[in-house]
Every structure is written in C-alpha cells, then in structure tokens.
C-alpha cells in the first residue's frame, strides 16, 4: 500500500498522472486497478452463527469475531483465525486495501474498528468496512515523528506528542500508510507543530483541527524531593502523651490523703 501511495502522491509525477487521467482515463483506470490487485492484501473469511455472548467461546477456539459491512452491502457477521488476522493486520493497517473473499466473491475493504484486549493486546473483535475505490472516504492515518530534536537531544527540555493521528479524507487509493513529521527545526522551549503545519500528499485533506498540537518542546519538570520525618524528641513526646482515664483522680485522691496521715501523727 505504501508502495502504491508513493507512487501515485509523488510531486513530481502528478503532472503525469494527471494528463494521463485526462487524454487515456480507460488506460489509467486499468493501471490503477492492476496496482490494486497486485498490492492489496487478500483473506479469506467464513459467516458465522455464533452471536453475543457466545464469541468468547469462539475466541478460546483460536477465531475472531468480525463484521463486513458497507454503503451497499447488508453486515454480514464472520469469523476469520486470529492468526491469519494479526498478521494481515501488521502489515496493511487500517489503511491498506484488503481484498475480503466471502462465499465466493471479493470484497474491496479496509479493517476498521479493531477492538484490543487491554490485558493480552490481542485483538477481540473487527470490522471490514467495504469501499468504492471512486468515492472518497475518511480514515485515521498514524503520524510518524523522525529526527531529533536538538535542544532535547541535549537534555535540556522534554518532548511530547499529544496526537499519534489525524483525520483525513481521500481515495482509497490515496490514503497514505503514515505521515511523516520531522521535529528537528524545533531547537526552543516552546516550539511546536500543529496539524496545519503538515504537509500531505496531493488528494489528501485534512479533517483534524488546524490548530491541533502534533509535536511540541517542554521544559524538564523535576519532581519535588519529599521532605525528611524529623523524630520526636523523646521528652516532648513523654509530656504531650494523654494521660490514662483515672489518672488525675488517684493523684489527686493521693495528695488528700497526705495531710490526714500529719495529723495522726
């Protein structure tokens, strides 16, 4: 998919392309699909009729629950091995085409919805979302940050990427495996890039705000050193304790008796 994108996004062929969409539409709608064919990733995958509840059962025996559906397809529940799916996963993300094979016939899609376990980190449920691959459809493309920092590089300031994402809209065949963002002009406390600073291949429109923070310099905070226990002076501590309930009385009953005891005597 990558490779594809590259080709068909590349500044200097966009010229090209587009005189050759223009004067030979059938000639290019042709190379366009045979990419497709060649490119895309192909799985194959089984209705199921265990619903609910019920697909942890379906889990345990090695199988993911999944969904394919569409703009002109009723959703169809079915199961695919998890094996066979992690590994397709790897490779196309949620952005490359993946030719779905269901009772025969193929489906153009791309994953969508994938839902992980938070305690294994395997996926536990997913969907096939079907495309025509003339209408435009939005999609979530991960951002990638290269370079280095210099001021961070130095260990003088901290760095901190608030969004992995953005949304985009585009072809199918034009959505991007990742955007690229390189942080090595940010050399100051302060410095930041947003999502109107980066710069998408031609076909691709940005749905994210504008003035999102993608990357951005932070001064190191250090954490406050907790403050030292002194210990109780041992003499305080002996004045300050309460006394027993009782106490008072029996001193007090003691120094009565005293003069009484003179008297006697």
């Keep these: 998919m990558s490779l594809l994108c ?8 966009q010229n090209i392309i587009s005189h050759t969409q223009k004067k030979y539409p059938i000639l ?12 895309s990733e192909k799985v194959k995958v089984e209705k199921r009729d265990i619903l609910g509840k019920k697909v942890k059962k379906l889990r345990k025996s090695g199988l993911l629950p999944a969904n394919v ?8 529940s079915v199961q ?14 949620e952005t490359g085409i993946v030719e779905v094979s269901l009772d025969g016939k193929s489906i153009p899609a791309l ?3 994938v839902q992980i376990d938070p305690l294994t980190h395997n996926p536990i449920h997913a969907d096939f979302l079907k495309i025509n691959l003339k209408e435009k459809i939005t999609a979530h493309i991960p951002i990638e940050i290269i370079g280095e920092s210099p001021i961070v590089k130095e260990g003088q300031a901290s760095f901190m990427n608030p969004i992995s994402e953005i949304e985009v809209e585009a072809l199918p065949t034009d959505l ?4 690229e963002v390189n942080i090595e002009g940010l050399e100051q406390i302060g410095d930041q890039i947003t999502v109107k600073d980066i710069k998408v291949p031609q076909g691709v429109e940005v749905k994210t705000d504008q003035s999102a923070v993608v990357a951005t310099i932070a001064e190191i905070k ?6 030292p226990v002194e210990p109780e002076d041992e003499g305080e ?3 300050e304790a309460p006394k027993e309930e009782g106490e008072g009385e029996k001193e007090a009953t003691e120094e009565k008796e005293e003069p009484q005891e003179q008297k006697q005597d």
């Design 6 to 13: 590259n080709h068909y996004t590349s500044p200097h062929r």
């Design 28 to 39: 290019f709608f042709l190379t366009v699909f045979c990419k497709i064919c060649h490119m």
């Design 69 to 76: 559906y569409g703009k002109d397809i009723e959703s169809v």
């Design 80 to 93: 695919i091995p998890v094996k066979d799916f992690g590994a397709l996963y790897e490779k196309v993300g």
């Design 111 to 113: 994953i969508h919805n």
């Design 176 to 179: 991007p495996e990742h955007i």
């Design 222 to 227: 250090e954490e406050p050193e907790p403050e």
């Design 237 to 239: 501590a002996e004045a």
